[in-house]
């Protein structure tokens, strides 16, 4: 795989904390505690942030050409198609790097490049970290086998 666009993030920071900590799966009312106000606002924040991401991953969607396929708001990822590159490709969001497009390369064994195979696995381990997800991974394993075991949680039944 490889990473071919990054953007802005499209949220304000009480929409960035509020959307992290809620993906992590911290309940509501932790939340509006620990920002010192209401269950309603962190609600409504929340329901506004994933609006904003819904918005922001079609319009790179659009940008990149993609047929939408699926999209997950809550989980800040849209699978789509590239019908030029007959490709599928899957666009990302995370609070730090915000949004990301992600083509299935064919064979991922030929990318060699230290620091790019760093960087992306990363990438990878943050996604995971901020939808709060546990994995069970090696040092040695490619980011293109994380990304498929990542993507795969975060849209069942996703294959190549």
């Known amino acids: 795989m490889r990473t071919t666009c990054s953007f802005a993030s499209p949220l304000s920071s009480k929409q960035k904390t509020i959307w992290g900590l ?22 409504q924040t929340r329901l506004a942030a994933e609006a ?10 659009q940008v990149n050409e993609l047929q939408v396929i699926r999209l997950n708001a809550k989980d800040a990822i849209l699978l789509g198609y590239q019908p030029f590159l007959k490709q599928k490709a899957i666009v ?6 915000g949004m990301k497009v992600w083509y299935w390369h064919e064979h991922p064994e030929e990318i060699t490049d230290q620091e790019f195979l760093k960087q992306t696995r990363e990438y990878l381990l943050e996604i995971a970290g901020e939808r709060g997800m546990q994995l069970e991974i090696s040092e040695n394993l490619h980011p293109a086998a ?15």
Not at 146 to 160: V, Y
């Open 22 to 43: 809620a993906s992590r799966g911290t309940p509501i009312a932790a939340i509006a505690e620990k920002l010192k106000t209401s269950r309603q606002y962190v609600n």
């Open 52 to 61: 904003k991401i819904s918005r922001a991953l079609l319009d790179v969607a």
């Open 92 to 97: 990302t969001y995370t609070t730090r790097h």
């Open 146 to 160: 994380l990304a498929k075991e990542i993507f795969s949680k975060l849209l069942p039944g996703l294959t190549r």
